[in-house]
């Protein structure tokens, strides 16, 4: 048996780096379809509102680059517990995700910029904003931009801003060390362009925005990871659209971290306009920014169907 992670996954091969540093590919084992793993589930009581439930489970469990698994004779046999997963893009054990949202081509979208750091902080993944295309804008424009990401930043997240065919922060490279970070965000964001800038020497394939579509080429459509420092790097195919996986109506204000500053008299609140009293409602437009609000108004909307 020999330990290992899976690095990378294309028609049915698993890219994995063992233990003693050996790259292997290796196809999945058919056990796995009954593979039992732990599922850890917080839940409110009664008599004690925190709880921790661990929960036995058979599931249907396919692996997924950052797996650690157990290899047999070319084959995987057992994947590891994992500690995160996400969905889109489809990875496991993450440290952190660098978020990448050009300034154009494609334009900057806000609800995206929100849905996507929902999805990841519910999986307890640290995000790292970054704004790709600087120099696409006026010095107007970026203004403009900066001012409203200064918001962002307030309420606790880190943003950087680079034009990747020229320099990067240094300081943005330090973050990686030993970590496993992923680089993701829209379709033509800039994230090869980004990886090819942050290792020296490093090509990744990049193509030029399609004028036409004014969006990005498909030119990532693997998720692999690249041993980089002490850690893992690595690339994911862009999207246009992502959706809420395992957040509900309930859950969903627990991961506007800016809610958290104010103290709603109502248990339960879902701190709605209509809602008099709210303490958050109370804050939009002064401590919490509209536009932000509202789209966590329309992921309320989307929740409910």
Known sequence: ???????????????????ENEQRVVRCGGRLRNYRVNKTADFQIKMNRLAQKVETTNVKLSPKVGDYVQIEEDMITKI????????RPDVANIDQVLLVFATKEPTFNFYLLDLFLVNILREKIEPIIVISKIDKLTIEELFELKSQMNYYEQIGYKVFYVNSKKDYPQDLVNLLGVKTTIVAGQTGAGKSTLINAI???????TDEISQALGRGKHTTRITSLYHFKDGYLGDTPGFSKLDLHGITKDTLKDYFVEFKNFNCKFRNCLHLTNTLGCEVVKHVGKEIMTSRYNNYLRMLSDIAG
């Not at 590891?80 to 969905?87: D, G, H, K, T, V």
């Not at 290792?199 to 394939?205: M, N, Q, R, S, W």
Request: no cysteine; hydrophobic share 40%; proline share 6%.
């Open 199 to 205: 290792i020296p020497g490093f090509k990744l394939k």
């Open 1 to 19: 048996m020999i330990s290992g992670r899976i690095i990378s996954i294309n028609s049915g091969n698993y890219v994995v780096i063992t233990t």
């Open 80 to 87: 590891e517990p994992r500690f995160n997963s996400l969905i």
